[in-house]
């Protein structure tokens, strides 16, 4: 499959246990946040949105927390999956723009 | 499966050469965008389209150009090609213009300049 990164930060979790994956973004102006996640050779798939309005937004087993102060976004994944194993990215983007900013990722390998 | 469609899914060029990538958007949304993901620079914003016209622009070289075609599918023209070319070049579309909202992605098209 394709290889995203060589030199992706990477968090191993051991399978069940609950997964937290970072991101520090960059612009103050930025007003909406999303995580995305990529498995080898495919495409970016959206996992969750957050507004600036917002410090915590819950999906299925998914939550996001954003701290504005220190302009720090996390990803909490409950009961994480082998499925759940891909490179994962935290993308930012002012209001009113589509022109997301993309954090490096970060690598998530499930331990069965 | 997003519904965004490019193709090719692998193209193989020499450099000099001039290459052009296809975006089919999801059925309905009028907002295509274009990324090149490298393995040293991660997701980058190349440039964003709307109902056929430039919207936003981010580091595009002078030497890619883009358009989006009444139909709503989009070319990414990649000229001059160098090594440092060599990536992934996503599409994405979406409906919503102001606010935010998801961007669903193609599966991409992997370019790699010889």
């Known amino acids: 499959g394709e290889s995203v990164g060589l030199h992706l930060p990477t968090l191993s979790v051991q399978e069940g246990d609950n997964s937290i994956i970072n991101c520090a973004y960059s612009n103050s102006a930025s007003d909406y946040f999303i995580w995305y996640k990529q498995e080898s050779g495919k495409g970016p798939q959206f996992i969750i949105d957050?507004?600036?309005?917002?410090d915590k937004r819950q999906g299925q087993r998914v939550t996001v927390l954003l701290n504005k102060t220190v302009k720090h976004l996390s990803l909490q994944i409950a009961a994480t999956q082998p499925g759940d194993s891909a490179v994962y990215f935290c993308?930012?983007?002012?209001?009113?723009?589509?022109?997301?900013?993309f954090g490096t990722g970060t690598r998530l390998k499930v331990l069965a | 499966d997003s519904g965004v469609t490019q193709t090719p899914k692998h193209l193989i060029t020499a450099t000099g050469q001039r290459v052009t990538l296809r975006c089919s958007p999801r059925?309905?949304?009028?907002?295509v965008y274009w990324y090149q993901q490298s393995l040293d620079q991660g997701l980058q914003f190349l440039i964003q389209y709307y109902n056929g016209e430039e919207r936003a622009k981010g580091n595009i070289l002078e030497r890619f150009s883009a358009q989006q075609f009444p139909d709503l599918h989009s070319e990414l023209n990649l000229s001059s090609l160098e090594l440092g070319d060599s990536a992934l070049y996503f599409c994405?579309?979406?409906?919503?213009?102001?606010?935010?909202?998801?961007?669903?992605f193609g599966q991409g098209t992997r370019l790699t300049v010889v």
């Open positions: 993308a930012e983007a002012p209001y009113g723009t589509y022109k997301y900013i």
């Open positions: 994405a579309s979406s409906v919503v213009v102001t606010g935010g909202t998801e961007a669903f």
């Open positions: 059925s309905g949304d009028l907002s």
């Open positions: 957050i507004r600036s309005n917002m």
